[in-house]
């Protein structure tokens, strides 16, 4: 990560890091010794040395087996079997945690000691899976109780300990007022990984996003001024096995429009792939610095019409930065889950924007396209994607 990925800064470790069936004395987490023999704050030491900061996947709620094994809660003289009296799921995954009974005081001590021991293992992300309301999928959503008032204490834990704090998955954007106040950022729809056993994700769950992420387009709450960022989950670009490339997109076409979608709307960036794996040209992609500027703003892009990918598939998204250039993409979401469609003219008013004339550049050809009075045209693959800067004259 430190030669290839130099800009990149935290390093995730999904659910396998801890142990399943068992806690700490108070009822926290535990790190998988035969993973992690020499501890986790061994761990996170090494990665600072590269400038990294390490993070985990937990779950929102008190720990089924802190309450089996008759944990205390460190400080007091209670037991966490005191808070769960009615045994309350405590997040979308049945029988792993219980929601306290009431959230107390007591509730708030028990999440600032797991807070504290994060930080004493050097923990900097903590994803919160589970959490609701939401979770679920388009077909069954909702299967995560409302565990706002948990979620809520454990960003207080969090924020003491500068702790970036990121909610997840398929999370409503009707209570943006409090996933505002509770974190840093959130998962907008279902996982973007296929589970094939032969490829990572497909063209047609990259484009699904577009759609998701317009009804958080229409927010005012996202972006840098809040500190708070959606996430489209991982992108998986350009994984290599045995010399063959099992990412599962189409054609580079989609690779870099996935890219560009995400910078556009400064989507919280987690590489889903082996960066030993990734060819030199993906890795450029990945490390291109108007890209990185772009997503680096913070700001999220909104879309010009209709961001429903599937009704309208010449879709435009666009941003002001703070320099006063825009950042534009164009798009062209003609996929199905198992062909390409067909190229498609794509246009745009510049006074859509607020501007007449500007000058255009092509970011992904590193090209001046000159200067544009009115409208700007072009026609794209299916799949296929511009990724322009725009300076008003």
């Known amino acids: 990560m430190k030669s290839k990925m130099p800009q990149y800064e935290y390093i995730n470790m999904d659910s396998g ?4 069936d068992t806690v700490d004395e108070f009822g926290r987490w535990s790190y998988r010794r035969d993973l992690f023999p020499n501890g986790l704050r061994y761990l996170s030491d090494h990665l600072a040395k590269n400038g990294h900061k390490l993070g985990i996947y937990i779950l929102p709620g008190i720990r089924k087996e802190a309450v089996e094994n008759n944990a205390k809660i460190k400080g007091t003289t209670h037991y966490l079997k005191e808070l769960t009296t009615r045994k309350l799921e405590g997040n979308g995954f049945k029988g792993t ?6 959230h107390n005081e007591l509730v708030q ?6 807070a504290e021991l994060f930080a004493e293992w050097g923990i900097s992300f903590v994803k919160v899976d589970g959490c609701g309301p939401g979770g679920g999928d388009q077909f069954y959503p909702y299967q995560s109780p409302d565990n706002r008032e948990c979620l809520r204490m454990m960003g207080q834990a969090f924020r003491k300990r500068n702790i970036w704090m990121q909610l997840s998955w398929y999370m409503d954007p009707s209570y943006i007022s409090d996933w505002v106040k509770i974190s840093n950022g959130a998962r907008v729809f279902i996982d973007i990984e296929s589970y094939s056993t032969k490829t990572m994700t497909s063209s047609h769950r990259v484009f699904q996003r577009v759609t998701y992420a ?16 959606i996430d489209l989950d991982v992108v998986l670009v350009g994984m290599v096995v045995n010399g063959k490339c099992i990412d599962g997109l189409d054609n580079d076409d989609v690779r870099l429009s996935y890219i560009s979608f995400w910078a556009l709307v400064s989507s919280v960036f987690c590489i889903g792939a082996d960066p030993r794996m990734i060819p030199d040209k993906y890795l450029h992609w990945f490390n291109h610095p108007e890209m990185l500027m772009i997503h680096q703003s913070g700001i999220m892009a909104k879309p010009i019409g209709s961001g429903n990918a599937w009704l309208n598939r010449k879709q435009i998204w666009w941003k002001r930065l703070a320099d006063g250039r825009i950042a534009c ?19 745009f008013k510049l006074s859509d924007m607020g501007i007449e004339t500007a000058e255009i550049k ?9 200067t544009y009075t009115g409208t700007y045209s072009v026609t794209l693959r299916a799949g296929q994607c511009q990724l322009l800067l725009i300076t008003p004259k």
């Open 362 to 370: 092509d970011v992904w050809a590193g090209e001046q396209m000159g």
């Open 329 to 347: 993409g164009l798009f062209n979401t003609h996929v199905y889950p198992f062909f390409l469609g067909i190229s498609r003219e794509i246009k």
């Open 97 to 102: 945690t219980y929601m306290p009974d009431e």
């Open 17 to 20: 890091w801890y142990v399943h």
């Open 109 to 114: 001590m028990y999440y600032d000691s797991m």
């Open 214 to 229: 317009s009804r958080w387009a229409e927010l005012d709450d996202v972006g840098v001024h809040n500190g708070f960022y």
